[in-house]
């Protein structure tokens, strides 16, 4: 079983900065297949990135996804006020576990 | 448009049994894997149950393992869940989700908005 750990827990930042996420697993994910996942207070959560960079559907181009291996980052530049949400890892390759996410708040 | 209603979320003593339901519409259900987060009250995401779009391999975190049961009416466009022996670390927000294929390996590209299991006395 994957173990992804997420880091920081709480990032705070101001609109129009950029926002840093990482997420690291115990082991190798295969085939790059890591997701991340937005979810604001209240609602399910949504696809934001899948095989650890490439962007769904709809998805503004100021989030990006990259990393392989143990190592993933997704990147947020330049903030919105609707960025401000919980952000989740997933694998989806053998292991489904989520990390335990990060949450980007307004400073 | 993918649309995913959960419904049968109710508030049940431990020990008991709840079945969940998930209508699916805006895409051929057959075609792909479905599964179930759940979510306590302010924590974070546990994926717990997936089936593949045949109904013919189903997985499960051990959390759930055998008290929770996944499966699929491919003919009415419904997952289900089966709960029993429910637990009060079973409470959480319970999500109906999508695969993008019909099997592993798989990303979440739909949620439904949840429904709230309860379980207390």
């Known amino acids: 079983e994957i173990v992804l750990t997420q880091s920081p827990g709480t990032l705070s930042l101001s609109p129009g900065e950029r926002a840093t996420l990482s997420c690291r697993a115990s082991?190798?994910?295969?085939?790059?297949?890591l997701a991340w996942y937005q979810q604001k207070p209240g609602q399910a959560p949504r696809l934001l990135i899948y095989?650890?960079?490439i962007r769904a559907t709809g998805i503004p181009d100021r989030f990006s996804g990259s990393g392989s291996g143990t190592d993933f980052t997704l990147t947020i530049n330049r903030l919105e006020p609707e960025d401000f949400a919980v952000y989740y890892c997933?694998?989806?390759?053998?292991?489904?576990?989520f990390g335990q996410g990060t949450k980007v708040e307004i400073k | 448009e993918v649309q995913l209603l959960e419904s049968g979320g109710d508030l049940v003593q431990p020990g008991g049994s709840l079945r969940l339901s998930c209508a699916a519409s805006?895409?051929?259900?057959?075609?792909?894997?479905m599964g179930w987060v759940r979510q306590a009250p302010g924590m974070g995401l546990e994926w717990f149950s997936g089936?593949?779009?045949?109904?013919?391999?189903?997985y499960y975190a051990e959390s759930v393992k055998g008290r929770f049961t996944i499966s699929r009416d491919n003919s009415k466009d419904t997952l289900y869940l089966q709960m029993n022996s429910l637990r009060a670390e079973d409470t959480a927000v319970y999500y109906c989700?999508?695969?993008?294929?019909?099997?592993?390996?798989?990303?979440?590209?739909?949620w439904g908005q949840g429904t709230l299991v309860t379980v207390s006395s």
């Open positions: 989700t999508k695969g993008n294929e019909a099997a592993r390996p798989y990303y979440f590209d739909y």
């Open positions: 805006g895409f051929t259900f057959s075609n792909y894997a």
């Open positions: 089936i593949t779009d045949s109904g013919g391999d189903t």
């Open positions: 082991q190798s994910v295969t085939g790059s297949y």
């Open positions: 095989d650890a960079s």
């Open positions: 997933q694998p989806y390759g053998s292991s489904r576990t």
